[in-house]
DNA sequence: AATCAAGTTGCGCGGCGTGCAAACTTGCAC
DNA sequence: GTGCAAGTTTGCACGCCGCGCAACTTGATT
């Protein structure tokens, strides 16, 4: 019975899994800082030279969740329809990251990392390397119109802008509601990412409190 | 006869001179990461231990020139009147930053910087604190105002945008020039920035190509 | 000149990141 | 199964990093 990894790939999948989940728990349990790539590799029962195999670094192993993150988000996007004008994709794509299941991981990373500017480094990382995916997958679209031309201003002025909207409300939320995953408050990020794609839209022209301080008004 | 700095800071002030054009040197001369802090001070002619009395790291000396530049373009901006819109404020800000004086010193940082993914990181975090700075701004500046109530999502995905709309415009800009600095280059630099805060004001509501596909075809 | 604060320096230590070669594991063919 | 090739893990060693500490030098004050 053929399977469709390869012995040597789930064991791979494993030990990676089996180290991010270490440095997760060590974060918690020690604080940022507190521990050296030691203590993850002996926590996932691995040698120190063998972490290195998979991570640079501690940062890039609790990065890896992150970008595993933004990846899903990078694949709502991707599957669109090419015709939809590109904000609206965007807000599409960024609704994915309300989802419970999708968002309680890094909710919890989120306040961790907070803590501490080496790791926020890295948070910022991933951010710019999902802004580098969407300006990819955003030329492709274009591309595969007729008018040939690709403006690549736009184009990075928007990724840039999409992303830093869509940070903006997870900080936002974040301050407002911490480490809270309750309906509640995962309505409230929803409103938060699509009020600020809505500022987006009209070109930032009111700065008036929107929708969200109403909603959060009758909650 | 008292000097406006005392001697001691005069010193210091020389020191961490010294240092960042040392990094700066031996960036140039060996490219990033062939040289190790050692160097740094030798070349600056102090001891290893007193580098790391100034900065953290290497890529924390070479970002302070960075951080010089964005801190020149954010004192204009808090010089703008309050009564100004946002945009236009952060428009002439970043115009500032297409003055050749102050360009100069970061326009080879950029490129020297960019073959680095250790060195972008820091240029990253850079821009991050610039965002924050400018976030402060202009949080004073709605504060200033009666209407008492500061939007916090408006505040962020306005300051996050404009930010990531000048960085669109420096990369296009330098992907497109590379370090050349003459007054064409300059010009493109300036035209491409009045761009991206166009689409950014329009609400990227059109993607096709603005006026700097013109200039570009002029020169 | 005496004194004290501010700044520099050498030393030592634990941690990081990596090349290397020796083990060990897996996949595959016979 | 046996054996072999390719892929993985591991220990070792090395140079570099970042910082605490204690001695030392320099600048300001009186």
Redesign the interface.
């Known amino acids: 019975m053929p399977e469709l990894l390869s012995r040597r790939e789930l064991n791979k999948a494993a030990t990676r899994q089996a180290i991010t989940d270490a440095a997760l728990t060590l974060l918690r349990g020690k604080g940022p800082g507190n521990f050296t790539v030691e203590d993850i590799a002996e926590t996932a029962g691995i040698s120190r030279r063998t972490f290195f195999n998979y991570f640079g670094s501690t940062e890039a192993a609790l990065a890896s969740m992150t970008h595993g993150f933004l990846d899903t988000a990078l694949q709502q996007f991707r599957q669109r329809p090419a015709d939809e004008p590109?904000?609206e994709s965007a807000r599409a794509a960024l609704m994915q990251l309300a989802d419970p299941m999708t968002v309680a991981p890094l909710a919890e990373l989120f306040t961790l990392t907070h803590e501490s500017a080496q790791l926020s480094?890295s948070e910022?990382?991933a951010w710019?390397h999902c802004?580098e995916q969407i300006i990819s997958a955003a030329r492709e679209r274009?591309a595969a119109t007729p008018g040939a031309?690709v403006?690549?201003?736009?184009l990075?002025?928007?990724?840039?802008?999409v992303?830093?909207?869509g940070?903006?409300?997870m900080?936002?939320w974040f301050?407002r509601c911490g480490a809270d995953l309750s309906p509640e408050s995962l309505a409230i990020l929803r409103q938060?990412l699509i009020?600020?794609m809505g500022?987006?839209?009209?070109?930032?022209s009111s700065?008036?409190?929107?929708s969200?301080?109403l909603l959060k008004e009758r909650l």
Do not use: N
């Not at 403006?151 to 736009?154: A, P, V």
């Not at 990075?156 to 802008?161: D, H, K």
């Not at 500022?199 to 930032?204: Q, S, V």
């Open positions: 590109i904000l480094r910022l990382e710019d802004t274009f031309a403006d690549e201003l736009y990075r002025s928007l990724a840039g802008s992303i830093s909207c940070k903006a409300a900080d936002v301050a938060l009020d600020a500022h987006l839209g009209t070109g930032f700065p008036a409190p929107t969200t301080t």
